[in-house]
Nanobody, 116 residues
Framework: QVQLVESGGGLVQAGGSLRLSCAVS????????MAWYRQAPGKQREMVAR???????NYQDSVKDRFTISRDNAKNTVYLEMNSLKPEDTAVYYC??????????WGQGTQVTVSS
């Protein structure tokens, strides 16, 4: 069974940085894409950043030039480097894996809170 475990969330002041990690129980190359989503209170879950098995990345417009998604295939871990954080980045961040049969897997989430 695939398990995704996020870590690295916390409380940070506006302008600060955090790095989220997502450890995957399986080989991340067995997934067509890995992604980070977030969900703020009262809002729908939204995609923040995605990286394909070939390393192609795409980002939500609001985080471009501030967030960077990367993967370490040897460690089966995906990262989200978040810089210049804003209060509107406050949310629970979820790791997502999409396999080649289009099954989605989710982590339990990690809270990111940005104070103004």
């Amino acid at each position: 069974q695939v398990q995704l475990v996020e870590s690295g969330g916390g409380l940070v002041q506006a302008g600060g940085s955090l790095r989220l990690s997502c450890a995957v129980s399986g080989r991340i190359l067995s997934f067509s894409a890995m992604a980070w989503y977030r969900q703020a209170p009262g809002k729908q879950r939204e995609m923040v950043a995605r990286i394909s098995d070939r390393g192609r990345t795409n980002y939500q417009d609001s985080v471009k030039d501030r967030f960077t998604i990367s993967r370490d295939n040897a460690k089966n871990t995906v990262y989200l480097e978040m810089n210049s954080l804003k209060p509107e980045d406050t949310a629970v961040y979820y790791c997502n894996a999409l396999d080649f049969s289009t099954h989605n897997y989710w982590g339990q989430g990690t809270q990111v809170t940005v104070s103004s």
